[in-house]
């Protein structure tokens, strides 16, 4: 193609292109309704979690005094010592059962959960994550409660929470121990070390802020919980006696959703004070756990 | 082959896990035993849930004692569960897959982390507040201003029109339980958004598409196997949804929703509400129903999960 030609050919087809390149309505209209979708859609999320933090604390104010941790709870009224005693005794028992076990299950998965022992294992424990955890609650019910007549009780709620935390901690364990490089194994194994040496003394120390920030979300998660407990733990108006059995002991949520039902404002504020305490300790204990994550990742340079 | 102690013990703590969920439909089946023989397969789709009179005699039906007239039908509750989950997941996924592109896409990175918290700790409030912001925030606002409006003018919509009820009812309990998943889709859709090469977002906007029809026509059609299996796997967290669902949903007892405001119930916040009465019959077969009840929510979500998972699993996320 000569110049001339090359001009030419140019010419020609400008003013085709030109037409061709004409504002399209039709896209236009879908790019508007798109991004006015997409930033109803966040706006909409995020206003619903500062409605429910909002309202929860705002209707709370007038029952924050400090006889809430210094009464018991008089079935209408009182204060929410019992109740803050109970969320603890049960969150701290079921932590302090499921972690072992937990964090163990989550150590095969990583290191020797390559086989379809492992391969089946990890996919039960998603599985097991999805159980409704009222189901737990029932089952909880019919053999601890009932079959075994421990009735409403300490060792009861523990153990189904213990259940229902079990796979959460397993694969936060088990993702903490896989984001460890290779090479550290093989150190570790180059100097004589056994694999129970190498797992415990150098893995694990490696991964134990990740492993922390897995026991922070499961602790927030069993805190929060309810179903599973209401027919397990039951509900107590007096302090724990510190027996596990035979005992039912009192706890946040079932402060919320009993008392909110009464027809008392004092009851009615009692439950909005129960669930502003029980937000601010699940939200704390989550933000610890990515401030635990972060902190880590900054160390290791790997977080922008 | 010679295993240390040290991984025995592993293997026997680890495989607690997999024995607490043969261990959980175990205990119902045999503790349900007895209403399996008594309800049969067809108590699914029957509707009449009545204890029977229980001042009367126990009478033998088909091998059990049983009160005389007691029938345990819950076909309003596998509609209730059904629908409530169902139109949840309809509302939540468009919001969710738009809240997850602009934190993903749309934000410069500074901004997006902090705001992108906003949905992450919505996921991390106890379903119990959820219940109760409902209760306290969503049903008044419904019941007084927007189901009125909504059945005035949207009636030329099928199940639109008719009774707006007081608030409690299918539609707010959908609302609740779509707020409730939401943050759980949002979070692995921008994972996934973020993970796609951009390459292949390049090429779309060398091509002259211009943002959303990047979105449209690229992104989500690759992430087709995420979406579903992230999508079920919101639908059996909100199958399984109790407390918020007790709260908000009205508690209806054999009784069919006929309009998108009607009062339900569902098979997760049926037990939490029913078992007080259940107590009532001394024949125990009230209770061991209920435990029927929670033997077919746990089969349903676990084949929902398997499903969920499997997809997810072929798709690669985590």
Redesign the interface.
Known sequence: MTSSEMQAFMDSSLPQVQRRIRFSLK?HI??IT??V??????I???L??????G??FW?ALPGLRLSLLTEVSTGMGGGLKNAIEGTLVLSIGSLLLAA??GI??G???SE?GSGIAGQ??R??????????????G??G???MVIYLGWQFSVAAGIITLT?ML??YI?RTTELALANIPQPVREAGYGIGA???TV?LRILLPGALPAVMTGLFYAL?LS?????PL??TAGWSNYMWNGQFTHQPIGYL?YV??TF?NEPFQEAHIL??AA?FL??LL??GL??MG?WLMIRQLRKRGSY? | MKF?L??I???G??????L??L??IL??VL?SLPAIHYNGISFLWTNDWNLGNLYGNPVEIHGQQVMPGARFGIWFLVVGTLLSAVIALIMAL??????A???AE?LP?WLASP?A??????A??????????G???LIPLMGHSVYPWMSAHLQWVPYFGGSPGSGYGLLTTALVLA?MI??LI?ATMREAIGSIEPALKEAGRGLGL?R??V??YIILPKLKTTITGVSI?AL??A?????AV??VSGNALNYLPNNIYSPISTM?AF??SQ?ESALQDPTNMA?EA??EI?LV??LL??I???I??LLL?SARVR
């Open positions: 896209r879908f790019h798109g991004t979708f997409i930033w109803f859609s966040f909409i999320v995020a619903a979690f500062l409605s429910i933090v309202d929860v209707k072992p076990i163990a299950a150590i095969y998965l020797f089946s294992l996919f039960l424990s998603d599985v097991l994550v999805g159980v409704p955890s009222i189901v737990l029932y089952v019910y019919i053999t259940v079990l796979p397993a056994g694999e129970g797992i927030a805190m929060g919980e309810t179903a209401i027919y949520t919320i959703w909110i439950a909005f669930a029980i937000t699940v939200l989550i933000l990515r922008q | 240390s040290f991984r013990s592993l293997v703590t680890a495989s607690f896990l997999p607490s969920l261990m959980l205990f119902l503790y468009p919001i969710a897959i738009g809240a592109y602009f934190l749309l990175k705001l918290l906003l949905v992450d700790l919505l991390a409030i106890p379903s119990v507040v959820f219940g109760l912001w209760y306290a925030v707020f939401v943050p949002s211009n959303l029809e979105l449209w796997l059996g967290r199958l399984g949804e109790t407390m007790v709260m997760a037990i939490v078992l209770v209920l435990a929670a929510l746990l979500t676990v929902v999960n398997v969920a998972r699993w």
